[in-house]
T-cell receptor
């Protein structure tokens, strides 16, 4: 089954404790992206990756890191989480990332709470 | 910066009625997409319309795009309880085409 998986689905942590949220897709997609969703703000893009070893900042990259060493994986790293990073996080992938017409496939989401 | 803005923010209708949601955006786009999100879950792609298209259909969905007004509408006909969800428009700008910019969404409730 074609899908995007994220782990963990739920996470409660404390300020400053490094964490990684994993994202994996099995569709051989080139483009992957991370979003956060907050009430009243919709989805905001954190980082995206056009392909292996090619990542770039989205609209709200501060406090986050990503890597793309393999095509299927795109982990999101919070080196020192803070309470303002409490949010619902989504990973997404698509075949293409440019303007050629594409649809994004979303993971189920990771609900992160930073105390 | 927010590109797409949906209107209304919330819509409640009776089952069987049609639901119309609107999206406005600011910059020139390659395409505009609509997604559905059931409560707290991942978004699901519904339909994509390219900048050179004016109308597109998919089942009970009809999307229009007016690039001169920088606006789009999503019509769901003969609504069902299962259509209850949040609906988001997302634009693929010509400048910065690697990004897909989402609006804040319309919360649609279908009453039985």
């Amino acid at each position: 089954e074609a899908q995007v998986t994220q782990n963990p689905r739920y996470l409660i942590t404390v300020t400053g404790k490094k964490l990684t949220v994993t994202c994996s897709q099995n569709m051989n997609h080139e483009y992957m992206s991370w979003y956060r969703q907050d009430p009243g703000l919709g989805l905001r893009q954190i980082y995206y990756s056009m392909n292996v070893e090619a990542t770039d900042k989205g609209d709200v990259p501060e406090g986050y890191k990503v890597s793309r060493k393999e095509k299927r994986n795109f982990p999101l790293i919070l080196e020192s989480p803070s309470p303002n990073q409490t949010s619902l996080y989504f990973c997404a992938s698509s075949l293409l990332g440019g303007g050629g017409g594409d649809t994004q496939y979303f993971g189920p989401g990771t609900r992160l709470t930073v105390l | 910066s927010q590109q797409g803005e949906e209107d209304p923010q919330a819509l409640s209708i009776q089952e069987g009625e049609n639901a119309t949601m609107n999206c406005s955006y600011k910059t020139s786009i390659n395409n505009l997409q609509w997604y559905r999100q059931n409560s707290g879950r991942g978004l699901v792609h519904l339909i994509l319309i390219r900048s050179n298209e004016r109308e597109k259909h998919s089942g009970r969905l009809r999307v229009t795009l007016d690039t001169s007004k920088k606006s789009s509408s999503l019509l769901i006909t003969a609504s069902r309880a299962a259509d209850t969800a949040s609906y988001f428009c997302a634009t693929r700008p010509i400048q910065g085409a690697q990004k897909l910019v989402f609006g804040q969404g319309t919360r649609l409730t279908i009453n039985p």
